[in-house]
């Protein structure tokens, strides 16, 4: 059998590293990890994870929330699962995958949550494992998140400068920090062009924004630019307007916000705000055991800045 020591010495290195490389990798170089992993390969080793975490009173297990509806029409998710599970599987743990009536059943080291909506910050106080939050808050608890403000200006200026004269914000009608931060981005492009925000709120459903278009077609004058708050939203407008005749993108812009597949199946492809899901949710796993390992000690949060991909639904 491979031991640790068989490691250490085809790596040139001491048990001592090639234990903090399996158990504490953050506290090592880049250099001696790929040492010690490439050693590791070679000789097939395999850490034995059950005895450490029996040895480190832990489970190994990670258990993640989704709570809020999900598209199976839509990898957005898939995303995210797949930054979470590839970095947990780097650190020899598992990923569970749990609903909101289910979060007590079995143990856990630690937890990660999304779709975080106000009403559930009661419930989510009384868990007592570290958690993360993927998406903003306004409670305090550590979380990661894109940039959302940064993400609508840039659409809105974006449109300004391609000479959009009519830019309507289409927004999830939701009270939470995320959209709060998309309208406020767009909100102070525009005041900074002198121009009166336009703002309407949908649930995040592409069939009620394709509905206002078609309610209200009448009152959209050419040259007019839909911001959306979702890709999904952007399909609804996008496939409306030309239902109902509308050129795109010469008379009407449509820009989305996620990037993540429905903006490169719609047709015109969509100028969009893409976030780095699959780097979102490797973070969020850094962060939540970093706080495993510092004994539950507030790690803040972590933004990422979002891209403009200009496509074919804009000028």
């Known amino acids: 059998m ?3 020591n068989d490691v250490a010495k085809k790596a040139n290195v001491s048990k001592m590293t090639v234990s903090r490389v399996i158990n504490h990798p953050e506290q090592v170089t880049d250099e001696l990890k790929r040492l010690v992993f490439s050693a590791m390969k070679e000789l097939n080793y ?26 199976t029409t839509e990898p957005y998710y898939m995303n995210l699962l797949m930054g979470i599970a590839q970095e947990l599987d780097k650190h020899h ?11 007590d059943i079995g143990a856990c080291d630690g937890y990660i949550i999304t779709g975080f909506r106000n009403t559930d910050f009661e419930w989510i106080q009384k868990l007592e494992a570290p958690l993360v939050l993927f998406g903003e808050n306004s409670y305090g608890v550590d979380y990661v998140d894109t940039d959302n403000q940064l993400g609508t200006a840039l659409a809105t200026e974006h449109g300004i400068q391609r000479g959009y ?3 309507y914000f289409i927004g999830i009608d939701i009270d ?37 278009i078609q309610e209200n077609w009448a009152e959209f004058p050419k040259n007019s630019l839909f911001i959306c708050s979702s890709d999904r939203l952007a399909i609804g407008i996008e496939r409306e307007i030309l239902r109902q005749g509308g050129a795109i993108p010469q008379d009407f812009g449509v820009i989305g916000f996620d990037g993540v597949f429905l903006d490169q199946i719609a047709a015109p492809q969509l100028t969009t705000v893409k976030q780095t899901i699959v780097e979102m949710g490797a973070t969020c796993t850094n962060m939540l055991l970093r706080k495993i390992g510092q004994q539950n000690a507030k790690q803040g949060f972590k933004v990422f800045k979002p891209e403009l991909v200009i496509r074919q639904s804009t000028k």
């Open 2 to 4: 491979i031991t640790l």
């Open 46 to 71: 395999r850490p034995n994870v059950a005895a450490k975490a029996l040895a480190n009173n832990r489970t190994q297990i990670i258990k993640l929330f989704i709570l809020e509806k999900m598209d």
């Open 93 to 103: 743990y598992s990923l569970q995958l749990v609903t909101k009536n289910a979060f």
């Open 165 to 167: 004269e009519h830019l």
């Open 176 to 212: 939470e920090r995320f959209e709060f931060s998309r309208e406020a981005g767009y909100v102070n492009v525009m005041q900074k062009y002198d121009k009166v925000p336009q703002i309407i709120r949908f649930e995040n459903r592409s069939r009620f924004a394709a509905a206002y």
